[in-house]
C-alpha cells in the first residue's frame, strides 16, 4: 500500500508474525527511479527476506528492465501489480486497468517472467476480480498467469469500479484457487482472526493477505496466526506494549524519511494507532502542530502513558473502535 507498507513498516509486520510483506508500489518508469520517493520505496537496508518488490507499469520491455533493476538490488520476489484502483494509476492504463487489455496483461507478464528467470526469483500477480461486475475475468487471467509463469497470485474480492467500497466477495477467488495450481491468496476485508478462518475456509486458498485492517495495528498478524494454528484468541496488546511498538516504529520511521518529511509522514500511523483510544482527538490537534521528530516522539509516549494510567489492565479490543477493561 503507498505510503504505508514502507520498509520500517514492512519489518514490524514481520516482527509481528507476517510471514511476507510486500513493497509499496513502485513505477516501472526510469526517469522517476532516482526520485527521493521512489529511492525511499526501493530502500530494503536489513530488512528480513522473503524482499518482494511490486512494480507497475503499461509497457511489456519496460517493466522487464524494472524486474531487473529491482533483483540487481536485493528484490528476492518480483510482483505484478494489477490490482491499484487510483485513478492516477488506472487512467495511465497500469494498475488494475490492465485487467480490460488481456493481451497487455499478458505481454507484461511473460516479459517480466523471463527478466526474473536469470535470477532464480520468482514472479507473482497481484489482482483483482475484474474491471466491474460485468467484467470479471479473474480466472481467465490466472489461467493465462500461470501458464506464463507466474508462481502466486493474489486476488483483491472487489472489481476495479468498487474501489474499496461494499463488501469483498470471495466466490470468485474460490473459482481462482480451482482453476490453478500454483499458490492462490486471498484478500479483501479480511480484519480478525475469525475471518481469516472464515475465508480460508470458503475459498480454499493457501492464505490470506491483510491489508488496511492492519494500519496501526501490526499486532493483527499474530492473532491471526496464533488463532489458526492454535484454536484460541490471542488476548490484545496492553496500552504499554503498543507503546513500545510505536516507539521503536517512531525511530526506524525517522531514520528512513529524516526529520522534515518523518514527523509529516509519521502522523498518519500516529493516528492509526490511537484511534479510539480516550483523549485521542484532543491529542490529534495537538500532534499536527507538531514539527520537531523527537517532540512528536516525546508526545506520543506522553499521551499512551496517560491512557496507560487509565488502568493497568486497558487494552485495545479487536474492532480497535474503543477501548475496554479486562476485569
Not at 510505536?246 to 525517522?254: A, F, G, N, R, S
Not at 520537531?292 to 479487536?318: H, K, N, P, W
Request: net charge neutral.
Amino acid at each position: 500500500m503507498a505510503g504505508v507498507t514502507d520498509r520500517p513498516y514492512r519489518s514490524l509486520a514481520k516482527q509481528m508474525g507476517a510471514a511476507y510483506a510486500v513493497s509499496e508500489m513502485v513505477t516501472a518508469r526510469q526517469d522517476l527511479r532516482d526520485s527521493l520517493k521512489t529511492s525511499r520505496r526501493l530502500d530494503h537496508s536489513g530488512e528480513t527476506g522473503p524482499i518482494a518488490v511490486q512494480i507497475a507499469g503499461t509497457d511489456a520491455a519496460m517493466m522487464a528492465e524494472a524486474a531487473t533493476y529491482n533483483l540487481q538490488r536485493g528484490a528476492q520476489i518480483i510482483d505484478i501489480n494489477m490490482g491499484c484502483p487510483a485513478k492516477k494509476v488506472c487512467n495511465k492504463w497500469a494498475g488494475s486497468a490492465l485487467m480490460q487489455d488481456e493481451s497487455l496483461a499478458l505481454s507484461i507478464i511473460d516479459a517480466v517472467v523471463q527478466a526474473a528467470r536469470p535470477f532464480g526469483a520468482p514472479v507473482t500477480l497481484k489482482m483483482r476480480t475484474g474491471w466491474h461486475s460485468d467484467h470479471r475475468n479473474a480466472v481467465t487471467l490466472a489461467r493465462k498467469a500461470e501458464s506464463a509463469g507466474v508462481q502466486m497470485i493474489t486476488v483483491h474480492g472487489r472489481t476495479r469500479d468498487q474501489g474499496y467500497k461494499g463488501e469483498a466477495e470471495y466466490d470468485t477467488i474460490a473459482q481462482v484457487k480451482q482453476a490453478v495450481a500454483v499458490p492462490v491468496v486471498a484478500n479483501g476485508d479480511i480484519d480478525s482472526p475469525h475471518k481469516a478462518q472464515q475465508v480460508l475456509q470458503m475459498t480454499g486458498v493457501d492464505a490470506v493477505m491483510v491489508g488496511r485492517a492492519a494500519q496501526g495495528r501490526p499486532w493483527l498478524f499474530r492473532e491471526i496466526h496464533h488463532f489458526l494454528s492454535q484454536g484460541t484468541l490471542l488476548a490484545p496488546p496492553l496500552v504499554a506494549e503498543v507503546k513500545r511498538l510505536m516507539m521503536h516504529h517512531l525511530e526506524d520511521h525517522y531514520s528512513l524519511y529524516g526529520s522534515f518529511m518523518g514527523v509529516r509522514t509519521a502522523r498518519k500511523h500516529i493516528n492509526w494507532y490511537i484511534q479510539g483510544l480516550p483523549g485521542a482527538s484532543e491529542f490529534r490537534k495537538h500532534l499536527n502542530a507538531i514539527e520537531d521528530c523527537r517532540l512528536q516522539a516525546l508526545a506520543v509516549a506522553d499521551f499512551l502513558d496517560e491512557v496507560g494510567q487509565l488502568s493497568d489492565r486497558l487494552i485495545y479490543t479487536t474492532s480497535f473502535s474503543k477501548m475496554e477493561t479486562i476485569e
